[in-house]
């Protein structure tokens, strides 16, 4: 059964959705990775987590504000992780294939923050923003 309500609309994003892709093929593509890199694997594995979630926290905040906010800290998230996937990729750790794959998913997925981004800012600056239930 599908429980709704206004809270529980971030999921009907498809920057949101993509996010969870996201975090899903880090954890398939990292999972075999030697017990040694362990910590900086969860570290990645970590920051594209954090894109889904603080986009789904952002939209739970009624504040337009406060919204921008955490999807400026996904922003950051998200340059972490393509850190990352870039760093494993020159040390030989994940292969030119599963990097290509990580880095094609993350750009889509960098660019539609940016454009929700701009799409609130400048809803902010119109002052069209209904903070009401």
């Known amino acids: 059964m599908e429980r709704k309500n206004i809270n529980r ?3 009907q994003l498809r920057v949101w959705n993509n996010s969870i892709e996201l975090y899903i093929l880090t954890c398939k593509l990292l999972s075999k990775t030697p017990y040694e890199l362990k910590k900086t694997v969860s570290n990645c594995i970590d920051s594209s987590h954090s894109i ?3 986009i789904a926290e952002g939209y739970s905040r009624r504040s337009i ?3 921008l906010y955490f999807l400026n800290v996904a922003l950051g998230s998200s340059g972490e992780y393509h ?3 870039i760093s ?3 040390a030989n750790q994940i292969t030119k294939v599963e990097f290509e794959q990580m880095d094609k998913l993350h750009y889509k997925t960098e660019n539609e923050l ?3 981004i ?8 119109e002052g069209n923003w209904d903070d009401t239930f």
Request: include cysteine; proline fraction near 0%.
């Open 9 to 11: 609309g971030f999921k």
């Open 52 to 54: 889904s979630r603080n």
């Open 114 to 116: 940016i454009q929700l």
């Open 65 to 67: 504000k406060e919204y």
């Open 88 to 90: 494993f990729y020159k």
């Open 83 to 85: 850190s990352c996937i």
């Open 118 to 125: 701009k799409s609130l800012q400048k809803k902010m600056k």
